[in-house]
């Protein structure tokens, strides 16, 4: 009557996000039997170990807001999430750039150079007060500012990509304003990091850090660059529209 499917990456313990849940159409109120399958499944997890729940991924449509079907399909789905305890919910939109868009033209003089990991952990920390970014937010929240920031460090590293292109960014005079991370994912060259530092903020030189992420992948002769922020962050989804970047898919993230 209803199926639940459980990610996690070669050699986890547990999974660690849930990627289908499907009820039949037959069913009245698909919402109840769904949340008692991920409350099954989440008492499984802890029964073995694991000490958090699974996050819940929706991949929607660019124009789901519009689709009174896709609408319903998320909100039963949604109320059988909460009711399991992922009480969360995040709706993150994910950009496109290709070649043959025109490349952003730098406004600011602004001067990069590369950093040591202590630098970029420093930065990380300097970068995450008043994010937009939930993620950011919610790590910052339980892990502290040293924490969140060491927790940043170690996952950009583990991405795939140079190292190497990290950038730290400064103005003539010497002031740094933030930094860029331009890596991968599995797949594409990737927008991985845009820090702009709270007192440099207002200036525009979010764009600029984009600008440059983009120009370094482009210069690099790769097929697309892919690029993601929440819904909730207007400042982001602002910088990649003016960048030429393509809402290609939207994707709801539900946690505990």
């Known amino acids: 009557m209803a199926r639940a499917i459980w990610w996690a990456p070669s050699g986890a313990d547990h999974p660690v996000a849930l990627d289908c849940l499907l009820?039949?159409?037959?069913?009245?109120?698909?919402?109840?039997l769904a949340a008692g399958l991920l409350k099954a499944g989440h008492e499984a997890f802890k029964a073995a170990g694991a000490t958090t729940l699974p996050d819940y991924t929706i991949d929607v449509a660019v124009g789901w807001h519009e689709d009174p079907r896709a609408m319903e399909?998320?909100?039963w789905r949604r109320r059988a999430a909460e009711?399991?305890?992922?009480?969360?919910?995040?709706?993150?939109?994910?950009?496109?750039?290709?070649?043959g868009t025109v490349l952003p033209v730098p406004v600011h003089d602004l001067d990069y150079r590369t950093g040591t990991d202590q630098e970029f952990k420093t930065a990380f920390a300097r970068a995450a007060e008043g994010s937009l970014d939930a993620q950011t937010k919610n790590n910052l929240a339980i892990m502290g500012p040293h924490g969140q920031a060491q927790d940043d460090l170690e996952f950009y590293l583990s991405l795939p990509g140079e190292r190497a292109a990290w950038r730290l960014a400064f103005v003539p005079s010497g002031t740094p304003i933030g930094f860029i991370i331009p890596t991968r994912t599995a797949y594409?060259?990737?927008?991985?990091?845009?820090?702009?530092?709270?007192d440099q903020r207002g200036h525009g030189y979010i764009h600029e850090l984009l600008g440059e992420i983009t120009r370094v992948h482009a210069a690099s002769g790769v097929p697309r660059i892919v690029g993601t922020?929440?819904?909730?962050?207007?400042p982001m989804l602002a910088?990649?529209?003016r960048a030429g970047y393509c809402?290609?898919?939207?994707?709801?993230v539900l946690t505990a």
């Open 239 to 241: 910088a990649f529209e």
């Open 23 to 32: 009820v039949k159409p037959s069913v009245n109120q698909p919402e109840e």
């Open 73 to 75: 399909a998320v909100a």
């Open 188 to 198: 594409d060259a990737s927008v991985s990091y845009v820090g702009v530092y709270p």
């Open 83 to 99: 009711c399991a305890g992922l009480e969360s919910f995040i709706e993150r939109v994910n950009f496109e750039w290709t070649p």
């Open 229 to 234: 922020t929440d819904l909730d962050n207007a």
């Open 247 to 252: 809402i290609i898919k939207r994707r709801l």
